[in-house]
T-cell receptor
Framework: GAVVSQHPSWVICKSGTSVKIECRSLDFQATTMFWYRQFPKQSLMLMATSNEGSKATYEQGVEKDKFLINHASLTLSTLTVTSAHPEDSSFYIC????????????FGPGTRLTVT | SQQGEEDPQALSIQEGENATMNCSYKTSINNLQWYRQNSGRGLVHLILIRSNEREKHSGRLRVTLDTSKKSSSLLITASRAADTASYFCATDPGNTGKLIFGQGTTLQVKP
């Protein structure tokens, strides 16, 4: 099956710093990627949709200036958490939709962010 | 916003027993998907059932869909310790790829 990777798998940063998370589709092209956030023992919440070559669209309540998304190529999307605060500590998961497939999405392994 | 409700929230069974998880959703759908998540890991796609299907099988998995009740169930037969994980249903009402996940069921299978 298709593979999506994320880097880093975990990161610890200090309050006020920025962290970049990469999401790559390894063996297929993804015109659309999605970023989800998951707090401990909770479900996944969609944050934003990353579109190759255009601006990302954000879900209600998600600050676009805080969570910068760039989808520079058909295989790479990045999420940058700017001026991180402890409440941004979470598990961030990306998914990519294979434009050749109708419904199936492939999820990355996730990135654990801890802000101290 | 979350539209799926799942029950039970947690389920603990012995190896070899069957596990049933239920999911309800609120809007009309084209399909419903089930995913598994091992602790601290990403999601693995298990099965997709289309809105015109009532039941689907994949190995030890059986999924049912009742669009009149807006509910689905996932049955894992002859469970194994390796089935221990969280299970989520997800819908994509607008077929945009934006998945709306249920709250999830945490399954523990004791050896």
């Amino acid at each position: 099956g298709a593979v999506v990777s994320q880097h880093p798998s975990w990161v610890i940063c200090k309050s006020g710093t920025s962290v970049k998370i990469e999401c790559r589709s390894l063996d297929f092209q993804a015109t659309t990627m999605f970023w989800y956030r998951q707090f401990p023992k909770q479900s996944l919440m969609l944050m934003a949709t990353s579109n190759e070559g255009s601006k990302a669209t954000y879900e209600q309540g998600v600050e676009k200036d805080k969570f910068l998304i760039n989808h520079a190529s058909l295989t790479l999307s990045t999420l940058t958490v700017t001026s991180a605060h402890p409440e941004d500590s979470s598990f961030y998961i990306c998914s990519a939709r294979d434009f050749r497939a109708t419904y199936e999405q492939y999820f990355g392994p996730g990135t654990r962010l801890t802000v101290t | 916003s979350q539209q799926g409700e799942e029950d039970p929230q947690a389920l603990s069974i012995q190896e070899g027993e069957n596990a049933t998880m239920n999911c309800s959703y609120k809007t009309s759908i084209n399909n419903l998907q089930w995913y598994r998540q091992n602790s601290g890991r990403g999601l693995v796609h298990l099965i997709l059932i289309r809105s015109n299907e009532r039941e689907k099988h994949s190995g030890r998995l059986r999924v049912t869909l009742d669009t009149s009740k807006k509910s689905s169930s996932l049955l894992i037969t002859a469970s194994r310790a390796a089935d221990t994980a969280s299970y989520f249903c997800a819908t994509d009402p607008g077929n945009t790829g934006k998945l709306i996940f249920g709250q999830g069921t945490t399954l523990q299978v004791k050896p």
